[in-house]
C-alpha cells in the first residue's frame, strides 16, 4: 500500500479559492503545492503547513484580489469606494437645494435635540440610588394609616417610633433592621484656646437634610467607604457622631482624617458629641446624601428624649425613617404577610391605640425616589408618570421632524425621477439609490446631532430653574454614546427608509419621461396621513397649553383665605431669641404686624395631628395644625366666623378651629362649637373661636379640618407684615435694611439673614405645575414648527403636482383667490381631521391630570374650539406662500411643454 501525500490545510486552500482572482488561481496554488512539498522534505510537515499559510495570507494583495467574480457585476454597496461617492453626490445634491436641505436640518435638530435634553433629564432621574450593594433586598417600611372610626387610610411613609426594636424580635428573614431620624440644629464647633465656631441649620427650603440621628446598623444596609475609625461599632455609645470627610473638613478645616477623630461637636445647644469616624461621601446620584451621624443611643441620654420617644405606639413623625434588608433568597410576599400580621398585634383598641391603626408595608428602594404617596423629610420625588411623558414628547417631536423630512422629500420626486432613471439605466441597482438617498439622509442627521450636542448644555443652562439641580451632558459616557447611536440609527431611518424606498421604486421608461409615478392613491392617502398624525400631535400640545395655563391662573387667583400682601416670613435658629428679634422687629417703622408662627396658614412646612373629642362616644378625628402667637390671626385676616381669638400666653391654653373642624364635630352652626373641649397629647382645651375655611395646603388638597394655637416650642419663625400705604420701592428695601440690622444684633453669629415674600412662597409651592407649563409650551411650539414645515413640504408637492391643471385654470379664466382656495381647501380638511382626532385624546388626558387638583377648572369647549381655529390658521399661513406662488405663475411657462 502506498503512503499518503501530505497536504496543506484545507481551510488555507479554501480562503486563497475565496479572495484569488480566477485567472491567477490556478498558476498560485500550483505553484504553493508544489513548494509545500519541497518543504515537506527539507523541514517536515509542520513546519511546511506553517509556510503554506504564511505564502497564502501573503497573496493578501490589490493584485491578485477579486476584481470581477461575474461579467458586469456592481461593485458592492459597501465597498469603500462607493460609499464614498456616494457621500460625494449626496453632498452636492444638498448644497445644490439649500433651502429644503436648510428646512430638513432645522427639524431634526430640533428633534434630535429634544430628544438628547430629555433623554440627560430622564436618565439623571433613573440613577437615584442604583448603586447599592443588593440593592433589590433594601426596603424602607412604610404604611396605610387610619385615625379616626372612618374607615379611610392614607399613606404614609414613616412608622412609630416604638416599631423598629419590634420588628428586631418578631419578624423573621430580616438580616438588617436599621432606623433613623431627620435632626433639625445649628451646629457648634469647640476650638480650645479660640472662640467656638456656629454653623446655622440647613435652609430647608434650600438645602438637602444633613443631619441623622443613626443606629450603627445604618451603615450594614448603607455601605461607605470608612477613612477613620471603627466601621462596626462607631455609632454604638451616646454622643457620638460620624461625619462625612467634606463636612469634617467644613467644620475643622485641612487635615488628616485621622485627626478628625476625638474632636467636638454641640448639637441643639447641648448634645455634646465627639467625632468618633471619617467616611467617604457618595460620588453617585442618592436621596439619602446625609453628612451627620449622631449615634442612636444618644437619645435616650440626653434631651432628645423628650422629643424623640422611643417607646411611642400612637403616634407617626415624619422625620423617623425605618429601612430593612431582606435576607437572600427571601420573597417579598413573605416579609409583607409578617408585616401585616406584626400590624394586627401592635395597633387597634385591643392593642392600646384606640382608633389608630396602621398596616405596614414594604416600599423598594428603588421606588423612593418616584413615589409621592410616602412622603419624608429628605428625598426629592421625581413624579414618574411626568418621566413617561417626557419620553413620548421626546419621541413623538423626532416623529414629527422625521416625517417633516418624508414629506420634503418626497416632494422633490419630480425633481429626481430623471436621475433615478438614468441612473437604472447605466445600471445601478435598486439597493444602490436606497444606499444613495439613505446617506443623503445620514449627512443631514450626522450635522443635526453635531448641532444638538453643541446646543445641549446651553438649553439645560436656559432651562436650569425648571430642571433638578445638578444635571448637566457629559459626551464621553458609554451610556450616552449608545443612546447617540440608537437616536441616530432610529433617526435615519425612520426619515430616510420610506422615502429611498419610494424614489428607488421608479420605472426608467416612466421617469425619463420626467413622470412621478407618485400619484397613486395610497402614497397620496399616507403623505397626508403624516400631516393629520403631525397636527393631531400639535393640537394636543395646543390644547394642554392652554389648559395648563388656564389652572395655572386659576391657583394664583383663587380666594385663599387669608392675607397674603406684603407679608415676609423668616425662619429663625431655635432657641427664646426669636421672642427677642420679634419685639424688635414690632418697633421698627414700616412694620404693621408681626407674629411668632411655625410657618404661614399655607407653606411648604405641612403638620398633621390627632385631636380627640367626646360627643355621643370618644372620636379621634385627624387635622392639619396651624402654630402662631395671638397675632397669626389678625395678621393674616383669617376671617372669624365665631368667638373669638385666644389671648396671648406663654404656654398653650385655647384653640381656634376651621369651619370643617367645627362641622366633623357634628356642629350646623360655628357657634355651637364655642367652649367644647378638645384633647390634644392628652390634655384638653377649650375651644374659644371658629375661622372661616382657609386653604391651608395646595389645590391639590382639600381643606382639612384644623386648629390654630400657640405652641411655644413650636413658634420658631416670624410673620412680618409691612406697612405700604404711602410708600415706594426705597421705603420698602429700607425697612427691610433695618430688620436685617436688627436680625444681625439678635443672632450675630448664627445665620444669615433670608427672607421669602409670602405670595413668592405660595407661587413656589406650584414650581411642577409651572415647569409642566413650560414643558408643554416648549413642546407645542417645537411641534407646531415642525408639523409646519411639514405641511410646507405637502404644499410645495401638491402645488408641482397641479402646474398643468392650474395652468389651464388661468387660461380658462380662474382667478389667483379661487385657485388659492382650492389648493388650500385640502390642507384645511386634512387639519379638520387632526382636530377631530386629536380633541377626544386631549380631552381625557387633561382629565386625568386635573384629578389630581380638589380645586380646578373645568374642561370647556371653548377651548377645544379655540386651539381648532389656532391650528386652521397656522395651516393657512403656511400653506399660504406656496399656493399664492402657484397662483401667480404665468401658464405660459406651466404649458409650453404641451
Avoid at 466601621?231 to 463636612?247: D, I, M, Q, S
Avoid at 431611518?493 to 421617469?511: C, M, N, V
Avoid at 432657641?575 to 404693621?592: D, F, N, T
Amino acid at each position: 500500500m502506498s503512503a499518503k501525500i501530505p497536504e496543506p490545510p484545507r481551510w488555507a486552500d479554501r480562503l486563497l479559492e475565496f479572495f484569488c482572482a480566477p485567472h491567477l488561481l490556478e498558476e498560485i496554488q500550483g505553484d504553493l503545492y508544489e513548494r509545500f512539498q519541497r518543504q515537506v522534505q527539507l523541514f517536515g510537515l509542520r513546519s511546511a503547513r506553517q509556510q503554506y499559510i504564511w505564502s497564502v495570507l501573503s497573496f493578501l494583495k490589490p493584485f491578485a484580489l477579486k476584481r470581477k467574480p461575474q461579467p458586469y457585476s456592481n461593485t458592492p454597496l459597501f465597498h469603500p469606494a462607493m460609499l464614498q461617492n456616494q457621500l460625494k453626490i449626496a453632498w452636492r445634491k444638498l448644497w445644490n437645494h439649500k433651502a429644503t436641505a436648510a428646512i430638513n436640518l432645522l427639524g431634526l435638530t430640533l428633534g434630535i435635540s429634544a430628544c438628547l435634553v430629555l433623554g440627560v433629564i430622564i436618565h439623571f432621574e433613573l440613577s437615584f440610588d442604583r448603586f447599592h450593594p443588593d440593592q433589590e433586598r433594601i426596603y424602607r417600611v412604610v404604611g396605610q394609616a387610619k385615625f379616626g372610626k372612618e374607615n379611610t387610610f392614607n399613606p404614609i411613609g414613616f412608622v412609630p417610633r416604638a416599631v423598629p426594636a419590634s420588628l428586631r424580635e418578631e419578624v423573621k428573614d430580616l438580616e438588617t433592621v436599621a432606623s433613623f431620624h431627620n435632626l433639625e440644629s445649628n451646629v457648634v464647633v469647640l476650638q480650645q484656646g479660640k472662640a467656638d465656631k456656629v454653623f446655622p441649620g440647613r435652609d430647608m427650603d434650600k438645602d438637602p437634610a444633613q443631619i441623622i440621628v443613626a443606629e450603627q446598623s445604618y451603615f450594614n444596609i448603607f455601605k461607605y467607604h470608612w477613612l477613620a475609625g471603627d466601621p462596626e461599632g462607631a455609632l454604638n455609645e451616646p454622643y457620638r457622631v460620624v461625619l462625612t470627610e467634606p463636612k469634617a473638613r467644613f467644620y475643622f478645616g485641612t487635615g488628616d482624617p485621622q485627626s478628625f477623630i476625638g474632636r467636638e461637636l454641640i448639637y441643639r445647644d447641648s448634645i455634646r458629641t465627639t467625632v468618633s469616624g471619617i467616611i467617604a461621601p457618595w460620588t453617585e446620584r442618592t436621596d439619602l446624601g446625609f453628612t451627620d451621624f449622631i449615634s442612636a443611643p444618644t437619645i435616650r441620654a440626653s434631651r432628645l428624649k423628650n422629643e424623640i420617644n422611643l417607646d411611642e405606639w400612637n403616634d407617626i413623625w415624619s422625620a423617623s425613617q425605618l429601612f430593612v434588608k431582606l435576607a437572600p433568597k427571601t420573597p417579598e410576599a413573605q416579609i409583607s404577610a409578617q408585616l401585616s400580621a406584626f400590624g394586627k398585634r401592635h395597633f387597634g383598641p385591643k392593642a392600646g391605640t384606640g382608633d389608630f391603626v396602621v398596616d405596614l408595608q414594604l416600599q423598594p428602594l428603588s421606588d423612593l425616589h418616584f413615589n409621592p404617596a410616602f412622603m419624608d423629610n429628605y428625598s426629592r420625588k421625581a413624579h414618574l408618570p411626568t418621566l413617561y411623558g417626557l419620553a413620548g414628547v421626546a419621541l413623538f417631536i423626532l416623529i414629527i421632524a422625521a416625517i417633516n423630512f418624508i414629506n420634503l422629500s418626497t416632494a422633490q420626486a419630480s425633481q429626481r425621477s430623471r436621475e433615478v432613471g438614468m441612473r437604472k439605466v447605466l445600471g445601478s441597482s435598486r439597493w444602490s439609490l436606497i444606499g444613495q438617498f439613505m446617506s443623503e439622509t445620514l449627512i443631514l442627521t450626522l450635522i443635526a446631532l453635531v448641532v444638538a450636542l453643541i446646543m445641549a448644555n446651553p438649553i439645560l443652562h436656559i432651562f436650569q430653574s425648571f430642571i433638578p439641580a445638578g444635571i448637566h451632558f457629559t459626551l464621553f459616557n458609554p451610556t450616552v454614546l449608545l443612546y447617540l447611536l440608537g437616536i441616530t440609527l432610529v433617526t435615519v431611518f425612520l426619515a430616510g427608509f420610506y422615502p429611498a424606498i419610494i424614489l428607488s421604486a421608479y420605472r426608467p421608461a416612466i421617469a425619463l419621461k420626467g413622470a412621478t409615478a407618485l400619484a397613486g392613491s395610497s402614497r397620496s392617502f399616507l403623505r397626508r396621513g403624516l400631516i393629520v398624525f403631525q397636527f393631531t400631535v400639535s393640537l394636543i400640545f395646543i390644547i394642554g397649553t392652554l389648559m395648563v395655563g388656564r389652572q395655572l391662573n386659576f391657583m394664583r387667583n383663587k380666594d385663599l383665605g387669608f392675607s397674603t400682601d406684603q407679608i415676609i416670613t423668616l425662619n429663625t435658629p431655635r432657641g427664646e431669641k426669636s421672642l427677642v428679634l420679634a419685639e424688635k422687629v414690632r418697633q421698627i417703622a414700616g412694620v404693621k404686624q408681626v407674629a411668632t408662627q411655625w410657618a404661614a396658614p399655607l407653606s411648604q412646612n405641612y403638620a398633621l395631628t390627632k385631636l380627640t373629642y367626646n360627643r355621643e362616644g370618644k372620636k379621634e378625628i385627624e387635622v392639619s395644625a396651624k402654630i402662631g402667637d395671638a397675632n397669626f390671626i389678625p395678621m393674616y385676616q383669617l376671617k372669624l366666623m365665631a368667638g373669638r381669638n385666644y389671648y396671648p400666653s406663654d404656654t398653650l391654653r385655647e384653640l381656634v378651629i376651621n369651619q370643617s373642624l367645627a362641622k366633623m364635630m357634628g356642629f350646623k352652626q360655628e357657634a355651637e362649637a364655642i367652649g367644647q373641649l378638645l384633647n390634644l397629647n392628652g390634655r384638653d382645651y377649650p375651644v374659644v373661636g371658629v375661622v372661616a375655611d382657609f386653604h391651608e395646603n395646595t389645590m391639590h388638597q382639600r381643606i382639612k379640618p384644623t386648629f390654630i394655637a400657640y405652641i411655644p416650642n413650636m413658634s420658631g419663625g416670624l410673620g412680618i407684615k409691612l406697612s405700604v400705604a404711602g410708600q415706594n420701592m426705597s421705603d420698602l428695601q429700607a425697612t427691610l435694611s433695618k430688620i436685617q440690622s436688627t436680625w444681625n444684633a439678635v443672632y450675630p453669629d448664627d445665620k444669615k439673614f433670608e427672607y421669602t415674600f409670602l405670595d413668592h412662597a405660595i407661587d413656589q409651592l406650584y414650581s411642577r405645575e409651572q415647569k409642566l407649563a413650560t414643558l408643554v409650551n416648549t413642546a407645542a411650539a417645537i411641534a407646531v414648527l415642525i408639523s409646519c414645515l411639514g405641511l410646507l413640504g405637502l404644499a410645495t408637492f401638491t402645488a408641482e403636482q397641479r402646474t398643468k391643471e392650474i395652468g389651464v385654470r388661468k387660461v380658462l379664466g380662474a382667478s389667483i383667490s379661487s385657485i388659492v382656495l382650492m389648493l388650500s381647501r385640502d390642507f384645511v380638511l386634512l387639519v379638520g381631521i387632526a382636530i377631530l382626532i386629536g380633541s377626544p385624546i386631549a380631552w381625557w388626558g387633561l382629565r386625568k391630570w386635573l384629578d389630581n387638583f380638589a380645586y380646578r377648572v373645568q374642561l370647556e369647549w371653548w377651548v377645544f374650539a379655540l386651539a381648532g381655529v389656532m391650528a386652521v390658521g397656522i395651516a393657512l399661513l403656511t400653506v399660504s406662500f406656496q399656493s399664492l406662488k402657484a397662483a401667480i405663475r404665468n401658464p405660459v411657462e406651466s404649458l409650453k411643454g404641451e
